[in-house]
């Protein structure tokens, strides 16, 4: 028996991996703050046959993600694979003087990740094997305020780790997708009709792509040949350039907003 620990498990990309995991024959630890979509996505999985334990958690509370760290560090029941996903957008003004929402996302989309991670990380160690996946995005190879440098920390941070584990039989891969067709853009209010359709991903195929990628055993997983080219000039082009790219992209979403 595998298991799979997944966090923000009920919608968007979280969902994706449960289902395709669940697929593959992993039994599922799924993470949520909602009871009810915990209870639907649980209903759906064990049609298929898997066994599906459900945590409903918020991951600003560390209260909460300490519980959850004791779940991955307990041997008693081993975790086999972690996917950190759980996040949500953010476009408030890095000036603005109520700074709750970037306090927020430290909390959900860095300490949580970091805590996490660790705890798995150790649960994993005297098994010589395992699994952890942290969702990042392609907004950290740009400029984009909070969310941008958040996940350039996750980003940064697996890597880190993955060095820091290298030789254990632990994978350790940061995923980061450009624009994804969920309800992400629509709950965190960001216009996106502006975006081509060509930039768009389709969640299944994103999780698809990153499932091989660690199997791989890659550090960092981009989906699709068009974003893997994009990165590449981002990582190598001028900082002014991705300074006018990311001012451009901002301007387009507020107008979007705004209409």
Known sequence: MVVAFVTGGTSGIGAAFARQLAGEGYDLVLVARGAERLAEMATELRALGRTVETIEADLADRDA??????????????????????????????????????????????????????????????????????????????????????????????????VELRGTGIVVTALCPGWVRTEFHERAGIGASSIPNLMWLDAEQLVTACLRDVKRGKMISIPTVRYRALIWMARHAPRSAIRSFSSAISSSRRKATAR
Do not use: Q
Not at 98 to 123: I, N, Q
Not at 126 to 151: C, E, H, L, Q, W
């Open 65 to 162: 993600v300490a519980r959850l760290a004791a779940r991955l560090e307990d041997p008693t029941r081993p975790v086999d694979l972690v996917v950190n996903n759980a996040g949500f957008g953010m476009h408030t003004s890095l000036i603005d003087a109520d700074v709750s929402e970037h306090d927020r996302g430290f909390e959900v989309m860095c300490r949580a990740v970091l805590v996490l991670s660790g705890a798995a990380a150790r649960g994993m160690l005297p098994r010589g094997a395992g699994n952890i996946i942290n969702v990042s995005s392609t907004a950290g190879f740009i400029t984009m305020g909070s969310y941008s440098a958040i996940k350039a920390w996750v980003t940064s941070f697996t890597e880190g780790l993955a």
